[in-house]
């Protein structure tokens, strides 16, 4: 009984530090586009890029800790250099569809 009022307890707390965290992310993004002038689009994928290629970067920092760097190369060679690159990419064609568009 104790262990499943903890565990209720845990999931609670967690909730509660994701609605808080997702809004002051969502608040930081805001204030990105203010910035520099991104477009909401632009600045989402940044974002998005960010956020997937962190658990890759902790899986990295620990195998090397732990003495198996082949993991680390693994995931950082498969992983956050296709997040990175795909990103550019969808960014490069967005922009040059937007540069190249003409309003009426």
Known sequence: ???????????????????????????????????????????????????????EIFVALFSVRQGTPGISIGDIIGSNVFNVGAVLGILGMLGYLKMCSTEL
Do not use: D, K, N, Y
């Open 1 to 55: 009984m104790i262990e499943l009022v903890s565990q209720l307890l845990i999931l609670a707390v967690s909730l509660i530090a994701l609605a808080l965290f997702s809004h002051f992310a969502i608040g930081s993004i805001e204030r990105l586009i203010e910035l520099t002038g991104l477009s909401e689009a632009s600045a989402g994928f940044v974002f998005l890029a960010v956020m997937t290629s962190t658990p």
